[in-house]
């Protein structure tokens, strides 16, 4: 059996790929499995990928139905979950998760189940789910993720195979990026930190021109925050959330497209499991888009604090660095520190459903304050 090109997408992770491939070729895809890593280290495009083979008939082809549809994140049989609740995960969620895994795959002969930061997942949680783990059906694939090995339960630990994902460091991600894409390095810089660090999503942004002008949106507004009064910052708030949900609609049509293309085949039983998965599914690519909007906010202000070392520093927004050497020229480190630490608290809101329209007001409010005073210089719009 040759080598499944679904596994080519674990970018900068060899020995990821050669163990997930030696699995695939003797047949023996396990059903519970813990992939270790790092944020951006290709850990989630793993998982998709290792869901490719385990529902594909031939093994992860790559080019079939069943490839396609799990590519883009919306076969029935394929279910990604994230902790919901401001500490970690819910035991509901988890409840949830067990009550679903005894029901049969809708379309493929297995189902596989994708769930994040495991390393979040305290002791009530995983009480819930160590019966699952221990003894899931067999049509089930259990793929779980975290940052590290130590972070996660001993008792989550030692029902799985461990999976190790390296490091991966900016210089060598960007190379991987430019690889992929034909984009020079400074594009494929801009967009890994754009991504917070994912090669897979910057590799989608670097080729996407629509998202690049959306970056040019997001860093006009940061450089206007000095002249903006509150009225300004509520209407470029509002301006950058419709933006960065546009791409969303494409993601809504093509699941309209996929439901009703099967529908007819389906019970409405299935119909329903397939439609709450596609909310939730809408729901973590709309979170994935507030957080890259807020992502190139950040870059934009570690480049300011950047470059107030001095003429000569490097930095990621290039392309920018007029607005941003004129922006350390008035701003003091410090400051700039205290706008990072309220950027960090509006990821935080938004991860865990805080209205996006408060998060990213009351961010660009608190940014203006920080870096410039509670009172603009006027309201020039731009």
Request: hydrophobic share 45%; glycine share 6%.
């Amino acid at each position: 059996m040759s080598a499944p090109d679904v596994f080519d997408r674990i970018l900068g992770q060899p020995q990821v790929r050669r163990f997930l491939r030696a699995q695939v070729a003797a047949q023996c895809i396990g059903q519970s499995y813990l992939f270790c890593g790092p944020a951006g280290s290709n850990k989630t495009a793993a998982a998709y990928a290792l869901a490719q083979a385990a529902l594909c008939e031939k093994g992860g082809c790559g080019i079939c139905s069943t490839c396609e549809k799990i590519r883009r994140r919306n076969h029935p049989d394929v279910r990604y979950i994230a902790p919901e609740g401001a500490a970690g995960y819910l035991v509901g969620q988890i409840r949830d998760i067990t009550s679903d895994v005894d029901r049969a795959p809708i379309q493929a002969q297995r189902k596989a189940y994708i769930i994040d930061r495991v390393d979040l997942m305290n002791a009530s949680a995983a009480n819930a789910f160590l019966k699952t783990l221990e003894e899931p059906p067999q049509h089930v694939v259990l793929i779980l993720l975290g940052r590290t090995r130590e972070a996660v339960l001993p008792t989550i630990v030692s029902r799985c195979q461990v999976v190790p994902f390296r490091h991966i460091p900016a210089h060598e991600a960007c190379g991987i990026i430019s690889q992929n894409t034909g984009v020079p390095p400074m594009r494929a810089a801009v967009a890994l930190a754009a991504c917070d660090g994912s090669i897979s999503r910057a590799i989608e942004f670097a080729k996407s021109t629509e998202r690049f002008a959306f970056r040019q949106r997001v860093l006009d507004v940061m450089e206007s925050l000095p002249l903006a009064d509150d009225l300004d910052i509520i209407q470029y708030a509002s301006e950058l959330l419709d933006a960065a949900k546009a791409p969303l609609d494409l993601v809504r049509a093509s699941q309209e497209r996929d439901l009703a293309a099967s529908s007819e085949f389906l019970a409405k039983s299935a119909i329903r499991q397939i439609e709450a998965r596609n909310k939730r599914a809408l729901t973590a690519r709309t979170t994935e888009s507030l957080h890259q909007t807020t992502a190139i906010m950040r870059s934009w202000l570690r480049d300011v604090l950047a470059a107030t070392a001095g003429a000569g520093v490097t930095i990621v927004n290039e392309d920018r660095r007029a607005g941003i050497e004129a922006a350390a020229l008035r701003v003091k480190p410090a400051a700039l520190v205290r706008a990072l630490r309220a950027h960090a608290r509006c990821d935080e809101a938004i991860r865990y459903n805080v209205s996006p329209e408060t998060c990213i007001d009351v961010l660009l409010l608190q940014i203006r304050e920080e870096l410039y005073g509670s009172h603009s210089a006027g309201g020039v719009a731009i």
